[in-house]
């Protein structure tokens, strides 16, 4: 920024006393530093009605696209948001962004969206709506809810601050059951993440200050929790010390896009994550190199005698000589840090994955320490709002669908979640949905759980909502993002928490707020309350306001309380356990999420189905990646259709042939397959859920979408198979060298 222009913290102070209705300051990290070249962001009284036209008009907000919670400053030019950028001053992301969240805007103005209420008119999951009003609609919802006292079923995401407020409070007010459904890596994560640090907020990895990176199957510069702060802090990781570059290494059966960024890739079985840790945590010991009383305290119950490189070695599929190598180097970084996730938590023994490497870093004193795992404190929120939350585990989705088959919901109420795409067909869950009462889908898009509704209201997208989170994770302290809407909405639809409230109230049990955007300002004045963090203001106005402005609240001096030095409960050793004989079936089949379609919530948007994947650079379509080795003996190249057949079922898809890939393993990237979601969805690709025997992680009963072995067969034809890298001709491929990995060898 130029010397002597206005800082945003600058700003702030001078608008604290400004009546006018907009408060626009200069952006510090976006622009030259000269007021008359830098963007003005705003937050009208108003917002977005009495917008200025003629001229850009910024808005910070925050991002909806996925669970992380980035800050965000949307371009909006005659009542149009036209472009998105990572708010600088937000802790969580400092001015990036991903192709997520620039893809909101295309979410408003989609053509697919729902643009009034809809009413069946025909078979259930027909797709045939007619249109009616939103005053119809209200009363057939309010009828129903009124009529389904103590036989209501609420499906969302986990939901948390203010909006969870709000659930919450309509589901006690209709004795109504809620749950939550999110990707079940997630359920394990949460519950290692309990295990291990005794916390129920994800921590965050201070990469910026680590000298070593461990990781374990996670992807966490594309799909992993918190990407954007993650990729952020790796540039720092890598090249923001001028005396020193970060090491990256990486474990796990599959080179995804965060692998091919490491230093070294040592491939292994899958689900093997925990074994490896275990025996690096033994030669740590063993040489010395690490505090055996710490070991102990680490691994309580478990005899690491019982677990050195060369009795592991084997059922990893990696050499004793590395393992031996991952913990020499792992015990002499200063500081390192291991992580694990994606693939090595969706095994049965995914939590044992996950927690035996998280725990290394008590070996290394990581733990709450700078350039370790740093932990996050609980929201600034009062005790009424819930905090973090996370999704029912597929063990107990069990108990939920034979209580729809019996016939026990007269109601469901489903918002933002797909659960009928996002859990395997097996389950049984879209036939199950067919006995209940009445299904009122709170949607934009007719999605595959949302075809299945009898009544479907329009909800606002991100850009046309309020809302108010704390990211989980966060950065180490308390902070929360404030979402505002940035434009007015593009079709009849209204927001989510406000059909609530209307419909209690129409119902007979009437919430205690008049609108969603009353308990957003009732949370702003409870952190005004507090008297701290990053925005002063002499009254709740103009610090509601100077919230807005800010793009949310954040106070670096809160932090977690003092870093336990031992795991809150232990967790014991397991092998991962696979449906499928392994002489019909002889390869690991290994869903994983795509970097552009995640679980394939985005798969509606055409810039991410645009999006190459960062390996294969393949778009639109699903594929089954190969070793060369796997794909000779089949006789198959890239573009043959082969058909993968499971103990569930069968599916056809195109091959690529990776060098990189495991010779025992078979990825197929998720997201596609959907019997809806609008015309760039629909009918695309496969859902490899479908393929997945629905067995369950042992500890927290997830879906063990990775415990399954296939078998890949050739059908002799072949496909245009679309992606960005060149065709290599056939005599090049003759002649080039083939790498081939294999474990234990490289």
């Not at 059966?253 to 093997?272: C, V």
């Not at 690096?280 to 309580?300: N, S």
């Not at 089949?634 to 060098?659: C, I, K, Q």
């Not at 859902?687 to 369950?696: F, I, K, R, S």
Request: net charge negative; hydrophobic share 40%.
């Amino acid at each position: 920024m130029r010397k002597g222009a206005m800082r945003r913290r600058d700003f702030l102070k001078l608008v604290a006393t400004s009546t006018t209705g907009a408060v626009l300051f200069t952006g510090c990290g976006i622009g030259d530093g000269d007021p008359e070249t830098e963007f003005k962001i705003e937050s009208p009284a108003l917002n977005p009605v009495d917008l200025v036209y003629g001229r850009d008009n910024w808005y910070a907000t925050a991002c909806q696209e996925c669970p992380a919670g980035c800050g965000l400053i949307v371009r909006v030019f005659e009542g149009r948001a036209k472009k998105v950028e990572g708010n600088p001053d937000f802790p969580v992301n400092l001015g990036a962004t991903c192709a997520r969240a620039q893809a909101a805007v295309q979410e408003l103005y989609h053509p697919d969206r729902i643009a009034q209420p809809l009413r069946l008119s025909g078979a259930r999951g027909s797709g045939d709506y007619q249109a009616t009003s939103w005053d119809d609609a209200l009363a057939a919802f309010a009828t129903e809810l009124g009529g389904a006292r103590g036989a209501t079923l609420i499906i969302t995401p986990p939901l948390a601050g203010p909006l969870g407020q709000v659930v919450a409070s309509f589901a006690e007010a209709f004795d109504a059951q809620q749950v939550a459904f999110e990707p079940e890596e997630r359920v394990v994560l949460r519950e290692a993440v309990r295990r291990v640090f005794g916390t129920d907020t994800l921590p965050t990895i201070d990469l910026a200050r680590a000298e070593f990176l461990l990781n374990f199957s996670a992807d966490f510069l594309h799909s992993w929790i918190s990407p954007v702060q993650f990729s952020r802090a790796y540039g720092e990781f890598r090249h923001g010390r001028a005396d020193l570059r970060g090491t990256y290494w990486h474990v796990g059966p599959q080179m995804n896009g965060s692998a091919a960024s490491a230093d070294r890739w040592f491939p292994i079985n899958p689900g093997t994550e925990g074994l490896v840790a275990l025996a690096m945590a033994q030669v740590m010991v063993a040489e010395g190199l690490v505090d055996q009383a710490a070991a102990a305290r680490a691994y309580p119950g478990i005899t690491l005698a019982d677990y050195t490189p060369e009795r592991v070695a084997e059922t990893a599929g990696i050499s004793a000589e590395q393992i031996t190598e991952l913990a020499r180097r792992f015990a002499q970084g200063t500081p390192s840090v291991a992580i694990a996730g994606t693939t090595a938590a969706a095994h049965t023994n995914g939590l044992f994955n996950v927690a035996a490497v998280l725990a290394l870093n008590y070996l290394v004193g990581s733990v709450g320490q700078p350039g370790g795992i740093i932990l996050n404190p609980s929201a600034p929120f009062g005790a009424d709002v819930p905090g973090p939350a996370a999704g029912l585990a597929y063990r107990d989705w069990a108990g939920v669908i034979n209580d729809l088959n019996s016939g026990r919901y007269r109601l469901v109420i489903v918002h933002g979640a797909n659960p009928v795409y996002g859990l395997p067909a097996a389950s049984g869950l879209r036939e199950a949905l067919g006995q209940a009462g009445k299904i009122v889908a709170l949607s934009s898009f007719l999605d595959d759980t949302t075809l299945q509704a009898d009544l479907i209201l329009p909800v606002h997208t991100s850009l046309e909502s309020w809302g108010l989170q704390a990211p989980d994770p966060g950065p180490g302290y308390q902070a929360v993002t404030l979402q505002q809407p940035v434009v007015n909405p593009f079709v009849d639809s209204r927001a989510f928490a406000d059909v609530l409230i209307q419909a209690a109230s129409a119902a007979g049990g009437a919430l205690p707020w008049e609108s969603y955007e009353a308990v957003i300002r009732a949370a702003v004045e409870e952190l005004r309350g507090l008297r701290r963090g990053n925005v002063e203001a002499p009254d709740a106005e103009q610090y509601f306001m100077a919230v807005q402005a800010q793009g949310g609240w954040w106070d670096s001096d809160a932090t977690a309380d003092e870093a336990p030095t031992a795991p809150a409960t232990p967790t014991p050793v397991a092998e991962p356990e696979y449906a499928g004989d392994p002489g019909q079936f002889p390869l690991f089949l290994l869903p994983y999420p795509s970097n552009a379609l995640g679980y394939g919530e985005t798969a509606h948007l055409p810039w991410l189905q645009a999006l190459p994947d960062p390996m294969t650079t393949a778009v639109w379509t699903t594929w089954v990646e190969l070793n060369p080795a796997t794909a000779d003996r089949l006789g198959v190249e890239t573009g043959d259709v082969v058909r993968l057949v499971t103990p569930r079922g069968s599916e056809e898809m195109p091959v690529y042939v990776n060098p990189a890939a495991h010779p025992d393993v078979a990825a197929v990237p998720m997201g596609q397959g959907h019997t809806d979601f609008g015309r760039y969805a629909k009918g695309r690709g496969v859902n490899p859920l479908n393929l997945v025997e629905p067995a369950t992680e042992a500890e927290t009963g997830a879906l063990a979408w990775a415990g399954t072995r296939v078998r890949v067969e050739a059908t002799g034809r072949k496909v245009r198979f679309p992606r960005f890298e060149g065709q290599v001709p056939a005599f090049q491929l003759e002649e080039a060298p083939i790498v081939q990995v294999i474990p234990g060898t490289h």
